[in-house]
């Protein structure tokens, strides 16, 4: 099992539509979290951390759910510019400090 | 400010050749990291430096070596290039253990 799984894609959604991601990790003992956008061919760039209590920022949403060792990201009112791959992202601090990144999920937002 | 920037953006090598992906930021940060991105698969870590004068090992290390020049620099080589080292790879650096900040990559093709 990968210690970070996200959905596998493609999402393809039409403009103005809602659009969730989701995410799973292995190790309880996982202390941050993170989304991170990656446009083609580009860098990873991060979007926004995710807290306990949840957290928006503008159309985007990310929630956290320890108990079921679950991360998710809202999109709201999708935008042409919101097609890029989102990667999910866990710090662990278990035997040595350590960042997992999951492969992605690739979304296209279409007129 | 340029962030991070990595040298060359694109490299074609033959089996057995060596080379060096160099790595500089100036956002004065401690910490240095070297990934590598494949197909389906999300970034791998393959050496880390906490800070000048150290490194460790990342997920992915066999076949590279790194070196912290100083602290805006690290470099990764490749002393005898493999197919399977064909690859995007990314340096990144961070401040906290939260967000890092990516380079833009170098493509690389071992034939």
């Known amino acids: 099992r990968k210690e970070v799984e996200q959905d596998p894609g493609p999402f393809n959604v039409p403009e103005g539509a809602t659009v969730a991601f989701n995410c799973t990790y292995s190790n309880s003992a996982s202390q941050s979290f993170f989304w991170y956008r990656q446009d083609c061919r580009k860098e990873p760039k991060l979007l926004m951390s995710?807290?306990?209590s949840g957290n928006e920022d503008g159309r985007f949403t990310a929630q956290l759910n320890r108990a079921s060792q679950y991360i998710s990201l809202l999109i709201r009112d999708s935008k042409l510019s919101d097609s890029a791959t989102y990667l999910c992202?866990?710090?662990?601090?278990?035997?040595?400090?350590?960042?997992?990144f999951g492969a992605g999920t690739r979304l296209f937002v279409k007129a | 400010n340029a962030g991070v920037t990595q040298t060359p953006k694109f490299q074609v090598l033959k089996t057995g050749q060596s080379m060096t992906l160099q790595c500089a930021q100036d956002m004065n940060h401690n910490s240095m990291y070297w990934y590598r991105q494949d197909p389906g698969m999300g970034l791998r870590l393959i050496y880390y430096?906490?800070?000048?004068?150290?490194?460790d090992k990342g997920e992915v290390p066999n076949g590279y070596n790194v070196s912290r020049l100083n602290k805006r620099e690290f470099s990764l080589r490749l002393e005898s290039a493999a197919p399977s080292q064909t690859s995007v790879y990314f340096c990144?650096?961070?401040?906290?253990?939260?967000?890092?900040?990516f380079g833009p990559g170098t493509r690389l093709t071992v034939t």
């Open positions: 430096s906490a800070s000048e004068g150290t490194t």
């Open positions: 995710v807290y306990s």
């Open positions: 990144a650096s961070s401040e906290t253990r939260n967000e890092q900040y």
């Open positions: 992202v866990v710090n662990q601090n278990t035997g040595g400090f350590k960042t997992i």
